[in-house]
């Protein structure tokens, strides 16, 4: 059973950083999509970015481009998001999704929570004044 585990989430003024990390066992992750997702509560789950893990094609929702970074490490099995300058509206719980076929396939696709068969349990981000 293919598990994606999200660490790193936490508490932060505005302004600051942090990363998450996204692990998986008996999982490869060489061909497919890793994406990470955010839920604040009363709205809809929404795409923040996607990798295909060729590692040549990053997908970024416009809310946060120039300020999230998704990259990998496939040694580890791991994804990673950095966050920086963080915003009160960056706060939610963020989730790490991954796929069972091949590539992300555009942007649409690769933010569309429907596009992806595994989930993890999720990691809170609150930003804080």
């Known amino acids: 059973q293919v598990q994606p585990v999200e660490s790193g989430g936490g508490s932060v003024q505005p302004g600051g950083s942090l990363r998450l990390s996204c692990a998986a066992t008996?999982?490869?992750?060489?061909?497919?999509?890793i994406g990470w997702f955010r839920q604040a509560p009363g709205k809809e789950r929404e795409g923040v970015a996607a990798?295909?893990?060729?590692?040549?094609?990053?997908h970024y929702a416009d809310s946060v481009k120039g300020r999230f970074t998704i990259s990998q490490d496939n040694a580890k099995n791991t994804v990673y998001l950095q966050m920086n300058s963080l915003k009160p509206e960056d706060t939610a719980m963020y989730y790490c999704?991954?796929?069972?076929?091949?590539?992300?396939?555009?942007?649409?696709?690769?933010?569309?929570?429907?596009?992806?068969?595994?989930w993890g349990q999720g990691t809170q981000v609150t930003v804080f004044s």
């Open positions: 990798t295909a893990l060729e590692g040549y094609t990053k």
């Open positions: 999704a991954a796929t069972r076929t091949t590539g992300c396939g555009g942007t649409s696709a690769a933010l569309n929570a429907r596009s992806y068969n595994y």
């Open positions: 008996n999982y490869t992750y060489d061909r497919n999509c």
